[in-house]
T-cell receptor, first 111, second 112 residues
Framework: SQQGEEDPQALSIQEGENATMNCSYK?????LQWYRQNSGRGLVHLIL?????REKHSGRLRVTLDTSKKSSSLLITASRAADTASYFC???????????FGTGTKLQVIP | DTEVTQTPKHLVMGMTNKKSLKCEQH?????MYWYKQKAKKPPELMFV???????INESVPSRFSPECPNSSLLNLHLHALQPEDSALYLC???????????FGDGTRLSIL
């Protein structure tokens, strides 16, 4: 089964609004990653947060990690039409030789 | 532009054909991956190569045969595929298996 479950499955917002997507996972991890996938393209790594970090920022992205609840959130502030994409969380598995991707959130930003 | 190059971008093949997918990276990464992605689903790992040796095979059918000729190249040989194998095949690489992955844009495969 998938290591991460994300919600919402789909999200539609107006340009300039903030978008929040959540990821829940099942086992202990030492880091969690977020990736973006534009339609018809490969995945792009956005940010990695380690288990001893609670929050991390990168530009308009803010990621939080709550290891006690086994959950993470990705906040995109002041969204742009170019942020329209699917967003996946990814957690280590298989002795940390691989990652398993969550179910994904499809974000649509309306100009 | 992605730093991982996959060819071809699109491939249509019959169930009796033999074809190969190619992946190339020049970032000096020592871990390389093949994923299969169906529409509206996350990528599913197929194979992991670490230092040119196959380290993970996720119980992939033998009609998919990976090959890593050198540290920059990864091939996926296809033979006698089934219609359900139609998908986007993604290649990725990372500095080692614990680092973030860089993805190519994939090969869109259709099996007739």
């Amino acid at each position: 089964s998938q290591q991460g479950e994300e919600d919402p499955q789909a999200l539609s917002i107006q340009e300039g609004e903030n978008a929040t997507m959540n990821c829940s996972y099942k086992t202990s991890i030492n880091n969690l990653q977020w990736y973006r996938q534009n339609s018809g393209r490969g995945l792009v790594h956005l940010i990695l947060i380690r288990s001893n970090e609670r929050e991390k920022h990168s530009g308009r992205l803010r990621v939080t990690l709550d290891t006690s609840k086994k959950s993470s959130s990705l906040l995109i502030t002041a969204s742009r039409a170019a942020d329209t994409a699917s967003y996946f969380c990814a957690t280590p598995s298989g002795g940390y030789q691989k990652v398993t991707f969550g179910t994904g959130t499809k974000l649509q930003v309306i100009p | 532009d992605t730093e991982v190059t996959q060819t071809p971008k699109h491939l249509v093949m019959g169930m009796t054909n033999k074809k190969s997918l190619k992946c190339e990276q020049h970032m000096g990464h020592r871990a390389m991956y093949w994923y299969k992605q169906k529409a509206k689903k996350p990528p599913e790992l197929m194979f992991v190569y670490s230092y040119e040796k196959l380290s993970i095979n996720e119980s992939v059918p033998s009609r998919f045969s990976p090959e890593c000729p050198n540290s920059s190249l990864l091939n996926l040989h296809l033979h006698a595929l089934q219609p359900e194998d139609s998908a986007l095949y993604l290649c990725a690489s990372s500095q080692d298996s614990y680092q973030p992955q860089h993805f190519g844009d994939g090969t869109r495969l259709s099996i007739l």
